[in-house]
């Protein structure tokens, strides 16, 4: 069983980074396209990035390119969200999730196999 656990979200100035973290356990993480995703209150899910599994292709969203970084480690089976210039827009669950399969867009959610739990970011004004 494939199980995905983001840590590092928190409450946040206008301004600050934040670095978020998500485990990957009971899988081959070496195998899977990662994404992250957000949901912000009273909006629909949006892409936030992806990093496919050698690291060789990196994609962001409108909303976050320039500020946003994702990278990953595969020897941990980790892969992060550094989150830089953040502001109150940001404010959102944050998901991670792994595409272990070859079809499928990795900006669209419903490609994604397995999902994290999510993690809470706020950025105050």
């Known amino acids: 069983q494939v199980q995905l656990v983001e840590s590092g979200g928190g409450l946040v100035q206008a301004g600050d980074s934040l670095r978020l973290s998500c485990a990957v356990s009971?899988?081959?993480?070496?195998?899977?396209?990662m994404g992250w995703f957000r949901r912000a209150p009273g909006k629909e899910r949006e892409f936030v990035g992806s990093i496919t599994s050698s690291s060789s292709s990196l994609f962001y969203g409108d909303a976050v390119k320039g500020r946003f970084v994702i990278s990953r480690d595969n020897a941990k089976n980790t892969v992060y969200l550094q989150m830089n210039s953040l502001n109150p827009e940001d404010t959102a669950v944050y998901y991670c999730a792994a595409k272990g399969r070859l079809t499928g867009s990795m900006f669209v959610a419903s490609s994604y196999d397995y999902w994290g739990q999510g993690t809470q970011v706020t950025v105050s004004s």
């Open positions: 009971g899988g081959t993480f070496s195998r899977y396209t």
